[in-house]
């Protein structure tokens, strides 16, 4: 049974940091690029972070480029998402996605919910 566990949301102040990681199972983890999408309320799904499979190279969307680190440890298959200097405008839900390209399989994790306060 494939599972992708978000955890590591919570309510933070403007300026903060929150990491949040996904535990995954039931896949072959490594085989699997990684990605970060955030939904806010209204908007749609965006993708913030990616993650190659054996993790050496990331990419971000621009409004978080310098502020979020993604990264993943493939002996416990957990990707992480460490966001600092927090700003309002990131409070959204934050989802977990798995993508295998060759065949192409995609898999969900529920989401954890980040807000941050002004």
């Known amino acids: 049974q494939v599972q992708l566990v978000e955890s590591g949301g919570g309510l933070v102040q403007s300026g903060g940091s929150l990491r949040l990681s996904c535990a995954a199972s039931?896949?072959?983890?490594?085989?699997?690029?990684m990605y970060w999408y955030r939904q806010a309320p209204g908007k749609e799904r965006e993708l913030v972070a990616g993650?190659?499979?054996?993790?050496?190279?990331?990419t971000y969307a621009d409004s978080v480029k310098g502020r979020f680190t993604m990264s993943r440890n493939n002996f416990n298959n957990t990707v992480y998402l460490q966001m600092n200097s927090l700003k309002s405008e990131d409070t959204a839900v934050y989802y977990c996605?798995?993508?295998?390209?060759?065949?192409?399989?995609?898999?969900w994790g529920q989401g954890t919910q980040v807000t941050v306060s002004s």
């Open positions: 993650i190659t499979r054996a993790g050496g190279t990331t």
């Open positions: 996605n798995a993508m295998q390209f060759f065949p192409v399989k995609n898999y």
């Open positions: 039931g896949f072959a983890f490594s085989s699997y690029a």
